[in-house]
């Protein structure tokens, strides 16, 4: 369970710092190079899953907390459940359940998700087609490491 929780813990504290730093910055300074494939962008998504949504807060607000709470329910579970056996499921259940605390968080107290990063050149094609932010990467993440921690 601890490795649960200080993962969760980690990708909070991460992105809560880095969006300080996205948030306060003048917009005159975006998009900014990160290396040759990806840059750093300050946009605020008041929808879900690529902006879907946008004009519906409500809805927006009580999807985000409803598929929160299932993330972070399960990831409870699952690090109670597998014990010792299976640390990349307990290792990907905190992350997921970071990203989703990380975002949910935001949306409550701003209204919207900060993202951040584009893959302008990136080998994948939809990461040159969305913008996203450490606790999406962290969600899509933990729960692959998971599937891969529960096959092996």
């Excluded at 969760?8 to 306060?24: F, P, Q, T």
């Excluded at 946008?54 to 990831?75: D, F, M, S, W």
């Excluded at 968080?105 to 939809?126: C, F, M, N, Q």
Aim: charged fraction near 15%.
């Amino acid at each position: 369970m601890m490795t649960t929780i200080l993962t969760a813990s980690a990708v909070l504290a991460a992105e809560y710092g880095i969006r300080k730093k996205v948030n306060a910055a003048p917009k005159q300074q975006f998009p900014r190079a990160l290396g040759r494939q990806y840059e750093l962008r300050q946009a605020h998504n008041f929808g879900i899953v690529g902006s879907r949504f946008e004009g519906r807060p409500k809805l927006v607000l009580a999807y985000q907390t409803g598929a929160t709470t299932a993330a972070v329910i399960g990831a409870v579970l699952v690090s109670r459940t597998v014990g010792v056996s299976r640390p990349l499921v307990r290792f990907g259940a905190g992350l997921a359940a970071g990203g989703a605390l990380s975002n949910m968080i935001e949306r409550w107290t701003s209204g919207y998700v900060t993202d951040y990063i584009h893959g302008t050149k990136a080998p994948i094609p939809l990461l040159q087609k969305r913008i996203w932010n450490v606790a999406d990467m962290a969600i899509f993440n933990g729960c692959v490491i998971a599937l891969i921690g529960a096959a092996i």
